[in-house]
């Protein structure tokens, strides 16, 4: 039964093909800590669930975001 939801889009989804951003700490870059407060000001806590599609988006857009922060200092 597709019982879990998405956060970002609302689409129904099996509980087993949940996301979260745990799973960024295993990414090197951005750090995970940096990640968990990047995705705080967008109201994500660690506990949410995402659809495969939308953990996508985020992990491009928090690394976009991450990068932008370099350039600025540069
Ligand atoms: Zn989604």
Redesign the pocket.
């Known amino acids: 039964m597709k019982n879990a939801q998405?956060?970002?889009?609302?689409?129904k989804f099996y509980e087993k093909e949940i996301y979260t951003i745990q799973q960024f700490q295993y990414r090197k870059q951005p750090t995970y800590k940096w990640s968990v407060t990047y995705f705080d000001k967008l109201g994500i806590s660690e506990w949410d669930s995402?659809?495969e599609?939308?953990i996508l988006f985020y992990s491009e857009e928090s690394e976009k975001e991450w990068k932008k922060q370099f350039k600025l200092f540069i």
């Open positions: 998405c956060k970002k889009c609302l689409n995402f659809c599609k939308c």
